[in-house]
């Protein structure tokens, strides 16, 4: 991975840092490559689902081969997805994944557009997707996305015309991009945009399909392709020193939390788009076909074009800087364009050639990573000129603040170091992802301010303003504040500059069980975003719960360092859900969240403010047996919310199990995907199958269907055939079917109410056959669909029992599902009531 990353850095170079704060550098062949860009005015908006459903192969064809301005739409940020690099998920790992899609577009050269649309988890239909998401919402969102962005094509990655035959909202995707085609240039839809926006009319609309669509290659080899569209998408570019194909494989392989690393495929590739809507165009490899995409397309635009393909045309590669003169004379001519969009547009990619070409080096950051309102923080502001083209700095704007610069002259290769002192308003917001800053719905972010609605990620909060005079012409070039410094294993790090709380404070644990009246010290933690704060800390906390001690005091010296006080927490004697939550109270501010910080090698520190809180739940719930040993599958957090209702867990290391070692356990668990990932547990399987028959408890939690089988084909001590079939809605009804089954009477009885409170699904790749030795416990459904009786199976073996189960547990124990908890309790004590060990504990 960091060998990639490493390589990574060292050959994207026109195309952009690898980190979105990193100065960047262009040598003559990018100044060259942007140039080609700044002459093309079209532009192409990809949209899909997720984080990785994007194309990057077509994306970096149209925005390198084709030279046209593309973006990618993600309609969510994948926060529904698995973390294979860490422990971020939901709302985090969306974070994660969104700066993952932000390093993507940076290898490939597009931009990144999401809406409020949250990825709530599967879903089979796009008809149950658009009932999570607020439909009307995340189509306005589209909408928006389409005014502003002004796409001349529109490429789907999914079918609108195929609901079922892929996830839900992937169909969703399409289907929400056919309608707002012909919204975005409709006044009378989402009028209240207008007022930031107008309305737009994109020319043609494509799927981007592929044999996939069509089952397999001999299939697509004969469907009807008169209203395709064909790309050889496999152009090397010899400007670049890349093929398309390595820079596409580059950009998806920052998705490195879904685990998409991967092999770069090089010479030609085929890429098919069908026309949806629009006129079909006569030249069937080119999407712009008919389109103007030149300067005349805009009032005033062909005076500045006749300048800029002249330079185009006449490139000198070993002296850009003799263009100078006629790109400044084309800046000038742009400002008097009357076309706000494509004159802020242009304006912009030119003064980054104008700056490119004259090595300017512009860069204001700090020495710390972060500060408090109302601080005052020193900006060490550098600019270098290295050409000999006559720039003048007049004045330095850190946001509003004006800071005297003398007229500065900037002489070839003179550095101008000045350090600034930045005061950061009361009113500043602290640093965190627009989208989390109130509480949304399962389905839809809420966003207060609708201008944010479509970005990436939250602006930037402190910007630096170079007012410069380049050879007579007047050039404004704006820098991001950032937090630069050196670390001694990695060199010169570009971070950005956030503002948190000069407080605040974090649980260990997400959840707290009380399986019974005991009570639990909890541990909270105070971490100083400022030197030398004491305050105090509360506990606040539901109705029947108590705490030995109100508040709790604190002084923490210096900024970074940690304090951890204690509340002794009593939980109420009948069952109860509640949440408990610090405040901070410090200089007459109440202070009540959470600062999460994302850190990874290739995206930049993510900064995220939570509310400090964790949910409290009071449980009577009996248990028989006490030792249980996990083999962890894929990971999940199952052995911990085990812990937590009193049992002792040990983690079995598949290596040294033996015929003897499992003997000690009242239960051996498999976790998710066991099967899937380890391999250690073909030699293994015949010593856990042989425990239960001895007498003990094998309980299998889910895994997939592939490499079922041929590797083990005694994963069950009988025959049982994994399926496909999930139960995807959580709320869906349960119906116990073994009504007399120990599952669901000992020690805990078992009933409707269990299954209340259940979050993101039923269960997954539940068995669809089985032999007769089974007994299935469950029946339940998706709505619409055929019943599933595979979602909890049993069989006695030997003197023991052997259950397999696709029901989520390890999604409802971490959350603290009470019924889920009961439910795997009774799993764990299987077969005790027959013997004197029953423990009850009771509240
Ligand atoms: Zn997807």
Same mark, same amino acid.
């Given at each position: 991975m960091r060998y990639l990353l490493g390589l990574l850095t060292f050959s994207i170079f026109v195309l952009g840092n690898v980190k979105a704060q990193t100065p960047k550098n262009s040598s003559a062949t990018d100044i060259y490559h942007s140039i080609e860009k700044l002459n093309f005015l079209g532009t192409a908006l990809y949209i899909a689902a997720h984080p990785d459903d994007e194309n990057t192969r077509l994306i970096s064809y149209l925005s390198n081969d084709v030279k046209a301005r593309t973006g990618y739409l993600s309609l969510t940020r994948g926060d529904g997805g698995q973390n294979?690099?860490?422990?971020?998920?939901?709302e985090l790992l969306g974070v994660l994944r969104t700066q993952e899609l932000l390093a993507a577009r940076r290898v490939d050269g597009g931009e990144q557009f999401f809406s409020r649309a949250n990825d709530f988890g599967y879903s089979k239909q796009p008809s149950e997707t658009l009932k999570i998401w607020n439909k009307e919402a995340i189509l306005g969102d589209v909408v928006r996305t389409i005014r502003k962005f002004k796409p001349d094509v529109i490429i789907n990655r999914f079918d609108h015309r195929t609901p079922g035959t892929t996830h839900g909202h992937h169909t969703s995707s399409a289907m929400l991009s056919f309608e707002a085609f012909d919204l975005a240039n409709d006044s009378n839809a989402y009028p209240e945009q207008l007022a930031s926006t107008n309305t737009w009319q994109p020319k043609r609309l494509f799927f981007n399909t592929s044999w996939w669509f069509y089952g397999s290659e001999e299939k697509f080899k004969e469907a009807?392709?008169?209203n395709m569209l064909h790309m050889d998408v496999g152009t090397y570019y010899p400007m670049l020193g890349m093929s398309n194909n390595e820079i596409a494989s580059l950009a998806s392989s920052q998705h490195l939390c879904q685990g998409f690393g991967r092999l770069s495929s090089r010479g030609t590739e085929d890429e098919y788009v069908e026309l949806l809507k629009g006129d079909l165009p006569k030249d069937k490899s080119n999407l712009f076909d008919g389109i103007d995409t030149s300067w005349s397309r805009i009032d005033g635009g062909k005076a500045i074009g006749e300048i800029l393909y002249d330079v185009q045309d006449n490139f000198n590669f070993k002296d850009p800087t003799s263009h100078l003169p006629k790109l400044l004379e084309a800046y000038q001519l742009l400002q008097n364009i009357s076309d706000e969009h494509w004159k802020n547009l242009k304006t912009e990619e030119l003064t980054t050639i104008i700056s490119a070409i004259t090595g300017l080096h512009l860069e204001a950051f700090t020495k710390t990573g972060y500060t408090n309102p109302s601080q005052n923080v020193d900006v060490q502001i550098q600019a270098l000129n290295r050409s000999d083209i006559t720039i003048e700095l007049k004045s330095i704007f850190l946001n509003d603040q004006n800071s005297n610069v003398d007229n500065t002259v900037l002489n070839n290769n003179e550095l101008f170091k000045k350090k600034i002192e930045l005061n950061i308003p009361a009113s500043t917001d602290f640093t965190s992802p627009y989208w989390l800053m109130e509480k949304g719905t399962l389905g839809t972010y809420t966003v207060k301010n609708t201008d944010l609605i479509g970005k990436p990620e939250t602006p930037r909060a402190f910007n630096a303003t170079f007012n410069l005079n380049i050879n007579g012409v007047l050039i404004p070039i704006i820098r991001p504040i950032v937090y630069k410094y050196a670390k001694p294993d990695k060199g010169e790090i570009y971070q950005p500059f956030e503002v948190v709380p000069e407080a605040t404070s974090s649980f260990t644990d997400k959840v707290l069980i009380f399986a019974d009246a005991s009570q639990k010290r909890i541990p909270v933690t105070i971490k100083a975003h400022k030197d030398s704060i004491s305050g105090t800390v509360e506990l606040k906390y539901g109705t029947g719960w108590q705490v030995d001690k109100k508040t709790q005091p604190f002084s923490i010296i210096k900024k970074g360092d940690e304090q951890t006080v204690y509340f002794t927490l009593s939980p109420p004697a009948t069952e109860n859900e509640s949440s408990i939550a610090p405040i901070i109270k410090l200089n007459g501010k109440e202070i009540t969240k959470e600062l999460v910080a994302i850190a990874y090698d290739h995206v930049p520190t993510q900064t995220v403010l939570l509310p400090s809180e964790t949910k409290v739940v009071r449980l009577n719930i009996e248990k028989a047996g006490e030792n249980i040993g996990y083999i962890m599958g894929a990971g999940d957090e199952v052995p911990t919310s085990l812990e937590q209702i009193g049992y002792n867990v040990q983690l079995i290391d598949p290596a040294t199990i033996t015929k003897e070692s499992l003997k000690k356990y009242d239960a051996v668990v498999l976790g998710i995907r066991a099967y899937n990932v380890v391999d250690e547990l073909k030699f293994k399987q015949r010593f856990i199958l042989d425990y239960a028959k001895n007498g003990g408890t094998v309980i299998v939690q889910y895994n997939t269907?592939? !490499?079922?089988?041929?590797?083990? *084909? &005694?994963?069950?001590p009988y025959d049982i055939e994994i399926s !496909?079939?999930?139960?995807?809605? *959580? &709320?869906s009804d349960v119906e116990i079917i073994a009504k007399d089954n120990s599952l669901v009477n000992f020690p805990n009885e078992i009933n409707q109410s269990d299954f209340d409170g259940w979050v993101q699904e039923r269960g997954l790749y539940f068995p669809n056959k089985w032999s007769a030795e089974f007994t299935p416990v469950l029946e339940m459904h998706d709505e619409g669909e055929e019943s599933t009786k595979g979602s909890l199976l049993i069989a006695p073996y030997g003197k023991g029992n052997y259950i397999y189960t696709g029901l989520s547990f390890f999604r409802e124990l971490p959350v603290g599902v009470p019924g889920a908890y009961k439910l795997f309790s009774n799993m764990l004590s299987?077969?005790?009531?027959?013997?004197?060990?029953k423990a009850k504990i009771k509240g």
């Open positions: 294979l690099i860490g422990p971020e998920l939901r009807d392709k008169s269907a592939s !490499r079922w089988g041929s590797q083990f *084909e &005694n994963i069950a !496909r079939d999930r139960v995807t809605n *959580e &709320n299987v077969g005790k009531d027959k013997v004197e060990t």
